[in-house]
C-alpha cells in the first residue's frame, strides 16, 4: 500500500481543503486513514487490500465529487452507487467508512434490507413510503437529506402483512426510483447478488430502473472472505 504523506483527521474537510487549494488528491492519505479508522471500528483484522485499492480510488472520487476522475472511471455523480462482491468482502465497511468522506449534504444513512422487511411485516405497507418517497434523515439537528444506503439487498424475503405478500424492496425501490426523478434523491446499494440475479429476484422493472439509479462498481468475483 502506498505511503501516507498527511495524516487525516476529518476526511471531508481535509481533503476538500486540499481539493480546494488545487493540491492533488492525496489518495495515499486516505488509504491509511481508512485503515486506522478501519482497525478502530471493526477490530485490528481489518486491513487494505492490494486488490481493492482500485475499487477504493472510485468510491473515494465519487465521494469527494471529483468530476473528471469519474468520468474517467465511468461514474456519473447524479447517480447513486451499487457496490457488488461476494459474501465478506468488506462492502458494508467500506461504505460505513467512505460515507465520512461525502460532504454533508451527500451524507447517508445505512439500513439493512433485511430489517426493512421485518418492520414491514410488523407496520405494513407505511414501511415503504417510510423508505421510499418521503424518506428524510438528519444530520444533526436539521433534517437536510434524504440519502440511503440499503445493505446486503437481496438477503431478504418477501413478507405478509395480514395475510398480504410484498415483494418489499422491490416496492421500495421502485419509489426510490420516482423520488430520484422528481426530486433527484439518490440511493446506495450493497449486495452479494449479480445484475442477473437481482432481476429475477426483483424482476425486469426494477432492474431497468436500477441501470438510471445506480452506479455499478464491483469487487473481483474471486475477492475472498476478509472476515476470516
Known amino acids: ?5 498527511k495524516i487525516i483527521q476529518n476526511p471531508y474537510e481535509d481533503v476538500a481543503k486540499l481539493i480546494g487549494n488545487n493540491y492533488q488528491f492525496d489518495f495515499p492519505s486516505c488509504l491509511n486513514w481508512l485503515e ?8 485490528a483484522h481489518f486491513t487494505i487490500h492490494k486488490e481493492d485499492v482500485g475499487l477504493i480510488y472510485k468510491l473515494l472520487v465519487y465521494a469527494i465529487g471529483d468530476e473528471d476522475s469519474c468520468k474517467k472511471k465511468g461514474l456519473r455523480l447524479h447517480k447513486g452507487i451499487l457496490l457488488t462482491g461476494p459474501i465478506g468482502c468488506g462492502k458494508t465497511s467500506l461504505m460505513r467508512l467512505i460515507n465520512q468522506f461525502f460532504p454533508p449534504l451527500r451524507q ?12 414491514f411485516e410488523r407496520e405494513g405497507f407505511k414501511v415503504i413510503s417510510r423508505y421510499g418517497n418521503t424518506y428524510l434523515h438528519s444530520i444533526g439537528k436539521v433534517i437536510k437529506t434524504g440519502i440511503i444506503c440499503f445493505d446486503d439487498l437481496g438477503i431478504e424475503q418477501s413478507q405478509k402483512y395480514y395475510g398480504n405478500e410484498c415483494n418489499v424492496m422491490a ?10 426523478i422528481q426530486k433527484k434523491i439518490i440511493t446506495h446499494l450493497t449486495t452479494n447478488l449479480s445484475a442477473s440475479e437481482l432481476e429475477v429476484l426483483y424482476g425486469n422493472r426494477v432492474r431497468s430502473r436500477m441501470r438510471e439509479l445506480f452506479n455499478l462498481i464491483a469487487f473481483e468475483k474471486t475477492s475472498k472472505d476478509k472476515r476470516v
Request: net charge positive; glycine share 6%; charged share 30%.
Open 1 to 5: 500500500m502506498p505511503v501516507s504523506t
Open 36 to 43: 486506522r479508522v478501519g482497525k478502530k471500528q471493526f477490530g
Open 108 to 119: 447517508f444513512q445505512m439500513k439493512s434490507s433485511r430489517e426493512v422487511s421485518f418492520e
Open 171 to 180: 416496492e421500495i425501490l421502485l419509489s426510490r426510483y420516482d423520488l430520484f
